[in-house]
């Protein structure tokens, strides 16, 4: 993996780059602003990825991260898919950073995610849409008696930590055909997938290296729930 230096936060043009394409998401001004973009948001990325990522592997070292910047790697690309979207802006107006872990592809696997805007960021752990093979799983695991206990305490270990908040909008609406509607997990049943989100970061805390510690100290918060749904692709 390439080398690169370590993070010392995100300069200021970096907040003003992403605020100023909200209100220019077309071609013409990105490409003549682009310069901007590879130095104040890709590079200082790259710098985060490595940083976190390596702090990262405490917590499990088979956490997965990578540098590049291409869609490949842990950076997100910031070219929207409009293909089925009446929404034709072709830019994303934010930073998304995945650190993945598990058999799979990384966005079908548990992960960490860093989403950074021009009005602050956060960081989330789980897995935002089950594949339907980790569907099956998730279920059956919540109806399981040990499985089904480790999940409960993830969730209390989770909770006690801070303000961290869970999935609170179920996909579906009734518990699925097999399971039974009064589990006391039923409502979690509804879900396709599960995850939780740390309390909002200010924007006054991207321009430090310090941003990297606030963001493994979420991580360590939310890694039970993380793990547990790691410990399912492992089943």
């Given at each position: ?21 909200q ?5 013409d001004?990105?490409?003549?602003h682009?310069?901007t973009y ?11 990825v ?9 917590i ?20 929207r ?14 930073v998304?950073?995945?650190?993945w872990e ?8 548990p ?19 089950f ?9 059956d ?57 740390s ?21 360590r918060n ?14």
């Amino acid at each position: 993996m390439t080398a690169f230096t370590p993070f010392d936060g995100y300069p200021p043009t970096a907040l003003q780059f992403l605020a100023d394409l909200q209100d220019n998401n077309d071609r013409d001004w990105f490409n003549a602003h682009k310069p901007t973009y590879l130095d104040a948001i890709v590079a200082p990325t790259q710098a985060f990825v490595t940083d976190l990522g390596l702090r990262l592997k405490a917590i499990s070292p088979d956490i997965t991260f990578d540098t590049r910047a291409n869609g490949q790697g842990s950076m997100m690309r910031i070219y929207r898919d409009i293909r089925f979207s009446q929404d034709k802006s072709p830019y994303k107006t934010w930073v998304g950073v995945v650190f993945w872990e598990g058999p799979g592809k990384k966005m079908q696997v548990p992960s960490f995610y860093f989403h950074l805007e021009a009005t602050g960021a956060f960081m989330y752990g789980g897995i935002y849409q089950f594949p339907k093979a980790l569907l099956s799983t998730y279920r059956d695991a919540l109806v399981d008696v040990e499985l089904g206990r480790e999940f409960d305490d993830a969730i209390v270990q989770v909770t006690a930590s801070g303000d961290y908040s869970l999935y609170n909008q179920p996909h579906y609406k009734r518990v699925p055909r097999g399971y039974e509607p009064e589990h006391p997990r039923a409502q979690w049943l509804k879900y396709n997938g599960f995850g939780v989100s740390s309390p909002h970061i200010s924007p006054d805390q991207f321009a430090s290296p310090d941003l990297v510690d606030i963001c493994y100290d979420h991580c360590r918060n939310m890694a039970p729930i993380q793990q547990w749904l790691v410990k399912l692709t492992r089943q």
